[in-house]
């Protein structure tokens, strides 16, 4: 692997600065990769598949994508449907990858490549070469319902009216969690959204990160509990923690969705850091619009209250 660099260029704020020079690499498809370095012996099964990889990218790669991570304020500003508004304490923002490649002079070649990659048909079969047997046997009906095998399944980008037709959509998402000015967690327990099928992240911390917290809790549904949801989360009571996967710099966890696949974000102390990461994710839209699974609700009172809160602050984080 190689870094050759170009003269330097002045932009503006927000910008990949110019002092921290553009770079052309030359690498190999399985370098780019969050896959590249993973085999099947990495495949966890309990409480359901993914994988947890340390070192999950080639150094010099990881630390060109460290060196050229994009400010939080240009997260903030190119975010979708970004409003003219004050960030929360600890709270989720991305660009998606739509946003990145349409805007090519506000990310560095390595995030441009990186992000590419990661929304391609060549990564999508990947994966499926990966973790395709788990896949199949957390949806023996997938296939049947889609109508072709799995590693056959068209793939577009998530966002792009032109991949509206394909059978599975990719997204990479460049994202942070803003400054914590409190002791909080930005999301508990949950899955991810009925119609996403995996899901992946991989974690940018900084060396100078020193605070608590932040770290992704692999959990399971109790013993006899019900698969019951409050509206998008799962009650702390229902579920039990199985293991921690530290926030840690190169470090990524890769799962497959499902209604048993509960993780959550653990409480980070206060600090004037944003968290950063990388999610990308395969989702289905068209193709499976009643999706992969259900959320079957709770319907106690608390329950009930509890979904009317999260509709509330959904509402505020529109305006």
């Given at each position: 692997?190689r ?6 260029r ?8 110019r002092?921290q020079r553009?770079?052309?690499?030359n690498?190999?498809?399985s370098?780019?990769?969050i ?15 993914h994988i947890a990889i ?8 990881y ?6 991570y ?5 997260i903030?500003e190119l ?10 304490q600890?709270s ?5 990858a ?6 090519p002079?506000?990310?560095s ?7 590419a990659y990661?929304i391609?048909n060549?990564f999508?079969?990947?994966f499926v070469?990966?973790l395709?047997?788990?896949?199949v046997?957390?949806y ?9 095998p799995?590693?056959n399944f068209?793939?577009g980008?998530l966002g792009?009216s032109?991949?509206?037709?394909c ?6 998402h460049i994202g942070i969690?803003?400054?914590?000015i409190?002791?909080?967690s930005?999301r508990?327990?949950?899955?991810d959204?009925?119609?996403?099928l995996?899901?992946?992240l ?8 020193k605070?608590s917290?932040?770290?992704l809790?692999?959990?399971?549904w109790?013993?006899?509990?019900e698969?019951?949801f409050?509206g998008s989360?799962v009650d702390?009571?229902?579920g039990e ?7 840690r710099a190169n470090?990524?966890v890769i799962?497959?969705?499902?209604d ?6 653990s409480?980070?102390a ?5 968290r950063?990461?990388v999610?990308i994710?395969g989702?289905f ?6 999706g992969l699974f259900t959320k079957r609700?709770?319907m106690?009172p ?7 809160l999260?509709?509330y ?7």
């Open positions: 692997m870094f050759a660099g170009n003269p330097p002045n932009e503006r704020q927000g910008d990949v600065r002092d553009r770079i052309a690499l690498l190999d498809m370098e780019l990769s896959l590249g370095r993973v085999t099947r012996a990495d495949v966890r099964h309990d409480p359901y598949p340390e070192n999950c990218l080639p150094v010099q790669l630390e060109e994508l460290t060196r050229t994009p400010e939080d304020a240009t903030l975010e979708n449907n970004a409003r003219h508004r004050s960030a929360r600890n989720r923002h991305d660009v998606t739509p946003g990145i490649l349409a805007r002079e506000r990310f070649s390595a995030w441009l490549e990186f992000v990661h391609s060549a999508y079969r990947e070469r990966v395709g047997p788990e896949i046997a957390t023996p009906q997938l296939e049947r319902r889609i109508g072709c799995l590693a068209t793939t980008v792009d032109s991949s509206r037709n059978q599975i959509l990719l997204d990479c969690n803003t400054p914590a409190r002791r909080s930005v508990r327990v949950h899955t959204a009925p119609d996403e995996f899901a992946a991989l974690y940018f911390r900084r060396d100078e990160d605070v917290g932040g770290d809790e692999i959990l399971r109790k013993e006899n509990r698969h019951r409050v989360e702390e009571s229902d923690l199985v293991y921690t996967v530290p926030y470090t990524a799962l497959i969705n499902s048993t696949a509960l993780h959550a974000v409480e980070r206060p600090t004037a850091l944003s950063r990461l999610n994710m989702r839209r068209r193709a499976l619009p009643e609700q709770k106690t608390y329950a009930l209250g509890r979904r009317a999260q509709r602050q959904k509402a505020r984080r529109r305006f």
